[in-house]
């Protein structure tokens, strides 16, 4: 059963928090409430906070039930991919319709923005983990950095994010994505932990640029740093950013070989490596990112797009 069988479902990818981490999309490519500067799938192209139906809900549980069948290894189906999910009105439905179908625990990637929302709240009970994001202290950095659809106020959204943690059962690791000169300074870093203390969690993850960013003012913190910021949000905090690690060719369904071979006929884009392996845009990242760490591609801008350029021509 080859990728391209699959619309909705990709993968496994591995994860360095989730480990083998099989993902469903649900909803176009960068269909999100934000536009965060350090987005690592390109600029949102539909702003928006609409919930609808994006792709059909049977549509999304068969894939899943075709990958089951297959003997898929997975440590989480993970609700994440090309945008927001919770903005899929459906996303109750298909979390409860995977519950029925096996034991592995559902995760949910969210930017947390609509669970000031009852009906997002509990479309999201029935999941084993919810990885919602945090990645400013106040509006005005906020609107910088997550760059939101103008109908999400700050506080709602954090008082979201306070409702969500209260009322959730499964565990709750909040994400802190921080970036250099903006929140990975001292008093920004300290307003965000501020506002992390009103939440209940279990786990507050710190990460920051380390694949080629949607904007290029989205700039890396170096990992000494990170780890002295990870002191100001207390003994739940640690630093998950992928600063060194590079995954092992057995955990991707195209082998590193496969990538290269088609960045040596011609420099590409995500898109172009996405859409030429028939691999989702996620798993096409992580390729990228560990040829970037071994240095044998560059990433380099033309004509407004960022390339992909193998250097061992
Ligand atoms: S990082 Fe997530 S929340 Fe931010 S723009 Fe990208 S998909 Fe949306």
Known sequence: MSAKEFNHVFG?????????????????????????????LGRTTCKTTDRKEYVPVSEVLREVERKIESNVQADFITLSGSGEPTLHAGCGE????????????????????????????????SADLVIPSLDAGESEIFIEVNQPDPSI??????????????SFKGQVWLE????????????EATKIAAQVQKIHLDRIQLNTVARPPAYDKALAVPEAEMSRLAKLFGDKAEVVADFGGVHEDKDFSVRREDVLDLLERRPCTLDDVSISLGIHRNEAVKHLNNLLK?????????????FYVCSRR
């Not at 071994?294 to 960022?306: D, F, I, R």
Request: proline share 4%; aromatic share 8%; charged share 20%.
């Open 12 to 40: 496994p990818v591995p994860s360095r928090r989730l480990g083998r981490s099989l993902g469903v999309d649900l909803v176009a490519y960068k269909t999100c409430s934000y536009d965060c500067v350090y987005c690592q």
């Open 94 to 125: 298909i979390i409860q319709g995977i519950k029925k179908m096996t034991q592995i625990p559902v995760a949910v990637l969210t930017n947390g923005s609509l669970l000031w929302d009852p009906s997002v709240r509990e479309d999201l009970l």
């Open 153 to 166: 106020d700050f506080n709602r959204m954090i008082n979201g994010l306070i409702d969500f943690g209260a």
């Open 176 to 187: 802190v994505f921080l970036l250099g000169g903006m929140t990975a300074l001292e008093d």
């Open 294 to 306: 071994q240095s044998v591609v560059t990433a380099e801008q033309m004509g407004g797009k960022l």
